[in-house]
């Protein structure tokens, strides 16, 4: 499903990546871990197609990704991507139910359907009632909840998670990833998940550890 080879990439003069390789199949949940300032996250943005590599190349769902437009990376993001980043993300002056149809909107859909879409997955994630919500008025789990759901809404091929639970503490934490891992399943959803926590990690089928803008190896959990 996801192949990167040989991925460099960095700012100005600070190199970020430097020679990354993942591999990573349909279906499977990978975890990928490393210190602070690794390149977890640029990993993982060159991935979703939001940051162009200077070298490498990069293959996702059959599509070579690095070498694409901005116009043709943004089409693929909203059509084929779903994306989880750390709490603060969601627009706090719409609803949840709104936060939440956002993808849909986004791609042309029509509100009325676009909200029915988003509907079950106040039950499925445990949100009843918070529909008419504006997001800023959510707790940090629930609105990270809400996030979960705009990143599933349109049945993306890959999720992408970037520290989801980054901001939540350790018991709601894993609540969310109870759910996203769930719900990753249920929908065979690939998934990306970026953290530096074990606990966080160990929710993933398999481990792969950045160091120094390389994927070094396997990584190994306590
Ligand atoms: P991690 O996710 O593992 O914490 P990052 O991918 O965020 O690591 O960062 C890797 C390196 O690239 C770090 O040295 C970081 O400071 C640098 N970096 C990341 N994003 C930028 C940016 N937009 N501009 C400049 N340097 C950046
Ligand atoms: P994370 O690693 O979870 O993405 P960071 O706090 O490292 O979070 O980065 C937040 C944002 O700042 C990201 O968009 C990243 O690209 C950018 N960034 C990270 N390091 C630097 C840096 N040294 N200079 C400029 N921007 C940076």
């Given at each position: ?39 977890k ?33 943004s ?12 709490f603060?993300?969601?627009?706090p ?23 029915a ?22 707790s940090?789990g ?10 599933l ?42 953290t ?27």
């Amino acid at each position: 499903m996801i192949e990167a080879r040989n991925v460099t990439l960095s700012f100005g003069e600070t190199p970020a990546l430097r020679g990354a390789d993942l591999a990573v199949e349909r279906g499977e949940i990978v975890a990928v871990m490393g210190p602070s300032g690794s390149g977890k996250s640029t990993l993982l943005h060159c991935l979703a197609g939001i940051l162009v590599p200077d070298g490498g190349e990069i293959h996702v769902d059959g599509r070579r990704v690095d070498t694409l437009g901005e116009n043709e990376r943004s089409a693929l993001r909203r059509d084929r991507f779903g994306f989880v980043f750390q709490f603060g993300q969601l627009v706090p002056e719409l609803t949840a139910a709104e936060n939440v149809a956002l993808p849909l909107l986004l791609a042309g859909v029509r509100r009325a359907k676009a909200l029915a879409a988003a509907s079950p997955w106040f039950g499925r994630l445990g949100l009843d009632g918070l529909e008419r919500r504006r997001s800023g008025e959510l707790s940090g789990g629930q609105a990270q909840r809400v996030a979960l759901a705009r990143g599933l809404v349109a049945g993306p091929t890959v999720l992408f998670a970037d520290e989801p639970t980054g901001a939540l503490d350790s018991l709601t934490g894993e609540q969310v990833m109870d759910l996203l891992v769930a719900s990753a399943r249920e929908q065979g959803t690939t998934v990306v998940l970026v953290t530096h926590e074990a606990r966080v990690a160990a929710y993933a089928d398999r481990h792969v550890m950045v160091r120094d803008g390389r994927v070094t190896s396997l990584a190994v959990l306590p």
